[in-house]
Structures are given as C-alpha cells and as structure tokens.
C-alpha cells in the first residue's frame, strides 16, 4: 500500500476522533508487514491524562488483534472542523510505544506536509538513539 493511501485511511480515522477537551482530531493508519491495516483515533477523557492517542489506539488494536511486525505508519492531526494542512508528528510516548515492535530504520511514518501533500521520515528520525527490547537481553 501507498503511503498516500495510508495517510488517506488516517483522514478517514479522524471522523472518530473524541476530543471534545482539546478539540484537536487525530487519525492514524498502522500498516502491518502482512498488508492488514488498523486504525485509531485520539480518545480524550474528562479526567485529561487518561487520553489516549490515536497511534497508541492503533497500535494497542494491531496487537491485540495478533499483529507484532509493522512497515509504516500515517498520522493526520487538526483541529476539529477543519482539513489538515500541517503535520502532526507522533508524541514521545506513541514513539517510544511504537519503537517496541519496530526496527526504527525501516519504520515509515508518513505525514501531511505543510501546504498539502504528504511528507515521510522514519522512526530513527523522530526517536535517534532509542531503547528497545533488545537492550534488556543483549
Ligand atoms: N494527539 C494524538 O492523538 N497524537 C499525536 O501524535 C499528538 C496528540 C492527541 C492527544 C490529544 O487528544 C490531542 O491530540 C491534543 O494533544
């Protein structure tokens, strides 16, 4: 799948989003390496740091459902009501959460560009110098 279609399906998740606290909807599409595709959404709470993202959201859905390997990740933020135009990085945590069941080189993340269009970068990009699983067994 393309990453244009993978940031469409991220667009498509964001009509989910519940954010009625910060008013910013977010979609994300995971893409796993056996073609199968989860979504998520940011899902607030009245009680703010019970938020969860929607990478995370994704990604805790991928797994549940018995998917452990990923290629590429699209995340498309804005606020409510209006069409993103601008990239919405992954937060730290969904980066780190993300790191667990990906090798960052490889890991595609695909993003709105300034202005329209879309942008890509990797995991190493956004985490550089990670700790991962395999710092625990050496
Ligand atoms: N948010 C995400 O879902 N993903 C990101 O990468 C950045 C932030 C959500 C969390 C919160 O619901 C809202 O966006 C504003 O921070």
């Known amino acids: 799948m393309s990453g244009e279609e ?21 979609g994300a599409a995971l893409l796993c390496e ?8 940011n899902v607030e709470n009245a009680a703010y740091p019970v938020t969860c993202c929607a990478e995370r959201a994704a990604l805790f859905a991928a797994v549940s459902a018995g998917a452990r390997r990923f290629r590429a990740i699209a995340v498309s933020g804005a606020p409510l009501g209006q069409e ?4 919405c990085p992954p937060c730290g945590v969904c980066r780190q959460a ?8 490889e ?9 329209g269009g879309m942008a890509e970068t990797t995991l190493q990009a956004l985490l550089p110098e990670s700790f991962g699983p395999e710092n625990l067994a050496p």
């Open 98 to 105: 993300l790191r667990e069941f990906c090798a960052p080189k």
């Open 6 to 26: 993978l940031l469409r399906r991220a667009h498509a998740a964001r009509g989910n989003a519940y954010a009625p606290y910060s008013r910013f909807a977010v």
């Open 84 to 87: 993103p135009g601008a990239p």
């Open 107 to 115: 890991m595609r993340v695909y993003l709105d560009a300034p202005g």
């Open 34 to 41: 056996d073609g199968r595709v989860f979504l998520g959404c």
